[in-house]
């Protein structure tokens, strides 16, 4: 926790909700591999900090619907396509004719522009393809609290996945790559199966209440964007984790916490991302909004 007035800037981060309704309505989640800083074996949506080639004015020639955006949404929407790329092996693209980009995207080529060894820009270009900026739907953006050392301003994307290409984990980030209804996350994260930190869980909820792709997207552009930045107080000798109520999150506005005890049904999935706080109220606020 910080222990001087100086705040952190948030950094600004992009993660993306992929979906598809075959066999039925799923939601892309990797597991992050264990030895990382942040939720190690954790299920988390691709996404990732913006990345200095993400704001190259280059990509005027390689993103269809560039004129659509203003830059601050063109380098998130790029950092998120970046992000499911490296991660997960799909490309948002399309060839100059509107065919879809279909084809297996090498792993090699998604190590080194992970690395920062090859620009992503000239992958989309030797590829000669278009990124999709103006498929991505946004769902929602989260904004870790002030009282944290390291925090990131995220925007949570969501789009229909390419039919005809195959995610694949990267093996270095994540250990596997998985499509998974959202009503099986929750299931899962409720009986201690599988690591769902908060902000993952926030957003799965609000997917679970979608019948389909279709009727995911259509909420989520019919849905007014509040921008969460979790708060924590002292409520009844309890610290609680508090969103906002016109979010949209039907539950889980309010967790609380006792330093000292297990976290409660509901919270137990937290996972901390760095220096690794003794409060566990604290531990739940680093993992809030973290990528």
Sequence with gaps: MQT???VPEARPAATILLLRDDPEFQVLMVKRHQQIDFASGALVFPGGKLHQGDADPAWADHASGWDLFDDVQRKLRIAAIREVFEEAGILLAHHCNGRPFETVCDLDIRAKVDRGELEFIEV???LNVQLQLDSLG???????PPIMPK??????YVVRAPANQLA?????ETVDAEWIAPKEVLRLAESGERTIIFPTRMNVQLLAEACDSADCMRRAEERPLVTVLPKLEE???QRVLVIPNNAGYQ????VGFQP?????SGVKTMRSMALSPSNSATRAMTSATSV
């Design 151 to 156: 925090r990131f301003d995220t925007f949570f």
């Design 235 to 237: 409520r009844d000798g």
């Design 168 to 172: 694949a984990c990267d093996g270095h």
């Design 138 to 144: 946004i769902f929602a953006r989260w904004i870790t």
């Design 4 to 6: 001087n007035t100086t």
């Design 260 to 264: 000292g005890l297990s976290a409660p």
């Design 251 to 254: 539950r889980g506005d309010e």
């Design 124 to 126: 989309v270009r030797d």
